[in-house]
């Protein structure tokens, strides 16, 4: 199946500074999606991105697709940033409806 | 509507139970979907319904599991037998068949503890 990478495992900050967190997969997607867990478990859509850049506040996002990876970028963080950050891609035409996860980066955010 | 609502929100349950857990999808929702998360690790599928149907199934779906989603609109989880490898989350989503990102939502999801 395909395969899905994220860099890096775990990112500690200061609050104020900027961060990239990066997915890398194996196969061309359909979509990809970035997930924010949060300390309670609720899995929050952040973007949908199957290619191209989206800006969100203080969050934003580039997939280059003929590449094969995606980009998060934080800037400005602040505690409530804290969590897991998922990427999470689609390829309907060889693996099916379900999403493939990657294992995810866990960022906390220092006061 | 309030999103994917998951029930219960934790469950502890002895080695050797039965469970059952329940989801209601967002109403318009017409594909619902089951993952399992266990600690450290990104959610991992286990099956997917279009309505009615149970179209997808992943290896990780022993026998012991069984889901259904009988009216096309909740679903639910059984585990028969739990074992202590069983302790994960299991998240709920739902989405539609077409449109640009589908509208996939997550519940809270179901902690399950295996004792």
């Known amino acids: 199946g395909i395969q899905v990478e994220q860099s890096p495992p775990d990112l500690i900050l200061q609050e104020g500074a900027n961060s990239t967190l990066r997915c890398n997969f194996s196969?061309?997607?359909?979509?990809l999606q970035w997930f924010h867990q949060n300390p309670w478990g609720q899995l929050i859509n952040l973007f949908y991105?199957?290619?191209g850049t989206k800006q969100n506040g203080r969050l934003s996002a580039t997939t280059v697709a003929t590449e094969r990876y995606s980009l998060l970028y934080i800037s400005s963080s602040q505690t409530t940033d804290s969590g897991v950050y998922f990427c999470?891609?689609?390829?309907?035409?060889?693996?099916?409806?379900?999403?493939?996860f990657g294992p995810g980066t866990r960022l906390s955010v220092l006061p | 509507d309030t999103g994917v609502s998951q029930d219960p929100r934790h469950k502890i349950t002895k080695r050797g139970q039965n469970v059952t857990f329940r989801c209601d999808p967002i109403?318009?929702?017409?594909?619902l979907y089951w993952y399992r998360q266990t600690l450290g690790q990104g959610p991992e599928f286990l099956t997917y319904?279009?309505?009615?149907?149970?179209?997808?199934k992943s290896r990780l779906l022993s026998d012991r599991f069984s889901a259904e989603r009988p009216k096309g609109s909740f679903s639910t989880l059984e585990i028969q037998r739990t074992e202590q490898g069983d302790s994960a989350m299991y998240l709920c989503?739902?989405?539609?068949?077409?449109?640009?990102?589908?509208?996939?939502?997550f519940g809270s999801g179901t902690r399950l503890t295996v004792v």
């Open positions: 109403s318009e929702h017409n594909r």
């Open positions: 991105i199957p290619s």
């Open positions: 319904f279009q309505n009615e149907a149970q179209l997808e």
């Open positions: 999470a891609v689609l390829n309907m035409n060889n693996y099916g409806q379900n999403f493939v």
């Open positions: 989503a739902s989405s539609l068949a077409t449109g640009r990102n589908y509208g996939y939502t």
């Open positions: 196969d061309s997607v359909n979509n």
